[in-house]
């Protein structure tokens, strides 16, 4: 039985752990889009009040 649960509890932190990293990933690719869309966007502005 201890064995079971250990393993158990190594397959959940495995999971857990990459769970953890999906969802820092998402959020830093979620950040780059959003700073690559603000960055864009001001630009635009910027070329906007040049005209």
């Known amino acids: 039985m201890k064995t ?3 393993k158990n ?3 959940l932190f495995v999971i857990f752990s990459m769970t953890l990293f999906l ?3 998402l959020n830093l690719a979620k950040s780059e ?3 690559a869309a ?3 966007t001001t630009s635009i502005k910027k070329d ?3 005209l």
Do not use: P
Request: hydrophobic fraction near 30%; charged fraction near 15%; avoid cysteine.
């Open 4 to 6: 079971k649960n250990k």
């Open 9 to 11: 509890s190594t397959r």
């Open 23 to 25: 969802v820092v990933f």
């Open 33 to 35: 889009t959003l700073n």
């Open 38 to 40: 603000t960055t864009s």
């Open 48 to 50: 906007y009040q040049l």
